[in-house]
């Protein structure tokens, strides 16, 4: 797995960081096919809406930490996965962050996720995604 994001500055608010690890969570729970750790970066009723290709996608997140867990077993694709935190936006107690893939299960995402903090931790309230390829 290779990785290329922003690293928090000495003057990057611990917000921030806050929403960083939580992205980064996020990567390394799809990266080893957990599906318990996906679910823990989610709000119990996240949603994601995206589209595969010409295929529009709408579903509970619960679905998604399924089909992680369901494809735990097949990673070679996980030594050609690249990521990049594009950007990060904090403000109050809300936050978006996007996330570009690269060879994620063999496709190409865009991800933009949108953060609550809920009891002084960052968790993904929604994930809307982008794949090129269906």
């Not at 957990?34 to 997140?61: K, N, Q, Y």
């Not at 962050?97 to 299960?105: D, H, N």
Request: negative net charge; charged residues 20%; aromatic residues 10%.
């Amino acid at each position: 797995m290779t990785s290329s994001h922003p690293r928090p500055h000495a003057h990057t608010h611990p917000d921030h960081e806050g929403v960083h690890a939580a992205v980064l969570s996020y990567v390394r729970a799809v990266t080893a096919g957990d599906g318990d750790a996906v679910r823990a970066v989610f709000r119990p009723d996240a949603h994601m809406w995206g589209h595969l290709g010409e295929r529009f996608v709408s579903a509970p997140i619960e679905e998604f930490c399924a089909v992680v867990a369901a494809e735990s077993g097949e990673r070679e694709w996980s030594a050609r996965y690249s990521w990049e935190i594009r950007s990060i936006e904090v403000n109050g107690e809300v936050a978006v962050a996007v996330l570009e893939e690269s060879g994620y299960q063999g496709a190409d995402f865009v991800n933009h996720f949108s953060l609550v903090r809920t009891d002084g931790r960052w968790l993904i309230a929604g994930k809307t995604f982008h794949s090129p390829a269906g």
